[in-house]
């Protein structure tokens, strides 16, 4: 994959960067699931203490679809951002993924 602006830049400053395609992506897909999980639950958590009522039958899907964005926006260009199980074994049942990346998405 061709490295973007943002990719570059980060290298300019840090000086290092994961050659392992594989650990990269593995790292990107841990990276996205803890967004996801983190701001999905922060949502359902702040429904919960400030007890909105009505307000939290829209703001909990809203809220963990935002979460799922998230997650897309931070591993979406480097794994697929599947941040699922059953979608890494589904992927790699039909083909479109290697058997022996699935242990590392998983």
Same mark, same amino acid.
């Given at each position: 994959?061709? @490295?973007?602006?943002? $990719?570059?830049? !980060?290298? &300019?400053?840090?000086?290092?960067?994961? %050659?392992? $395609?594989?650990?990269? &992506?593995?790292?990107? %897909?841990?990276?996205?699931?803890?967004?996801?999980?983190? +701001?999905?639950?922060?949502?359902?958590?702040?429904?919960? +203490?400030? &007890?909105?009522?009505?307000?939290?039958?829209?703001?909990? @899907?809203? =809220? !963990?679809?935002?979460?799922?964005?998230?997650?897309?926006? #931070?591993?979406? =260009? +480097?794994?697929?951002?599947?941040?699922?199980?059953?979608?890494? #074994?589904?992927?790699?049942?039909?083909?479109?993924?290697? !058997?022996?990346? #699935?242990?590392?998405? +998983?």
């Amino acid at each position: 994959m061709k @490295p973007n602006t943002v $990719t570059r830049a !980060w290298r &300019q400053v840090t000086g290092c960067c994961i %050659e392992n $395609t594989l650990a990269r &992506q593995a790292l990107a %897909e841990m990276v996205g699931t803890l967004v996801l999980t983190l +701001v999905g639950d922060c949502v359902l958590a702040s429904l919960a +203490v400030f &007890q909105l009522g009505s307000v939290g039958l829209a703001a909990a @899907p809203l =809220g !963990w679809g935002l979460a799922v964005f998230l997650g897309v926006l #931070v591993a979406g =260009g +480097v794994s697929g951002a599947h941040m699922n199980p059953a979608v890494t #074994v589904a992927l790699a049942t039909i083909g479109k993924l290697g !058997w022996c990346n #699935v242990l590392a998405y +998983v």
